[in-house]
């Protein structure tokens, strides 16, 4: 059974920044690729960013490219989004997910994803 696990999130003011961090409970991390998604209430779930099994491939939403990045320590098990330059509008519940693939390009479809996480709030106060 994979386990996903987030921390990190909380309240930050406008324009700040926040690191969050995914932990997957599998022998073969390197053999994942991980995305990020987040959930505004009221809204669908939204892709933001994912990372490709070796960490050379990053993908981003067109609304957070340029602030947030993401990477991973596959020694650790963990990727680690970060992200500038906040904006109200990013206040959501932040969602981890795996899917084993060696694909060069991960996906963006959280319907490509088999496991996740329970969530992380982050709040952006103006």
């Known amino acids: 059974q994979v386990q996903v696990v987030e921390s990190g999130g909380g309240l930050v003011q406008a324009g700040g920044s926040l690191r969050l961090s995914c932990a997957a409970s599998v022998r073969t991390f390197s053999s994942y690729c991980m995305g990020w998604f987040r959930q505004a209430p009221g809204k669908a779930r939204e892709f933001v960013a994912a990372?490709?099994?070796?960490?050379?491939?990053?993908v981003y939403a067109d609304s957070v490219k340029g602030r947030f990045t993401i990477s991973r320590v596959n020694a650790k098990n963990t990727v680690y989004p970060q992200m500038n330059s906040l904006k109200p509008e990013d206040t959501a519940v932040y969602y981890c997910?795996?899917?084993?693939?060696?694909?060069?390009?991960?996906?963006?479809?959280?319907?490509?994803?088999?496991?996740w996480g329970q969530g992380t709030q982050v709040t952006v106060s103006s």
């Open positions: 990372i490709n099994w070796s960490g050379a491939v990053t």
């Open positions: 997910a795996a899917e084993r693939s060696l694909a060069a390009t991960p996906p963006r479809y959280a319907y490509d994803y088999d496991y």
